[in-house]
Structures are given as C-alpha cells and as structure tokens.
C-alpha cells in the first residue's frame, strides 16, 4: 500500500477543538475512500514566513 504525508493549514483562531474537529473529518473522508490514517501529528501554532493570498 502506498503511502502519503498531507499537511492541512488552518487560520491561528481556530480552538484546539475546532482543529480536533477538521482532523476528524478528514480522517472520516480518507476513510469514507478506502484509505487509513495511521499516525496523525499536532504540530500545533506556527508563523508562516508570508501571508497567504485568499
């Protein structure tokens, strides 16, 4: 089985919470498609080096 590394990037407002929640859901939708998540990391707060245009 092949295996990939995803980074998700959420705004620095966001509630410990709200984070768990976002894992969760795409957790849910990696596995809805056949995949498994077999280690997840909280990296926690970080700054980026530029802002990201929306």
Avoid: C, P, S
């Avoid at 969760?24 to 809805?32: H, N, P, R, S």
């Amino acid at each position: 089985m092949a295996l990939y590394e995803h980074v998700i990037l959420v705004r620095q407002d966001v509630t410990a919470q709200q984070v768990e929640a976002i894992n969760e859901q795409y957790k849910g939708v990696i596995e809805a498609n056949g995949g498994k998540v077999t280690k997840t990391e909280y990296w926690g707060v970080k700054t980026l080096a530029f802002r990201i245009k929306k």
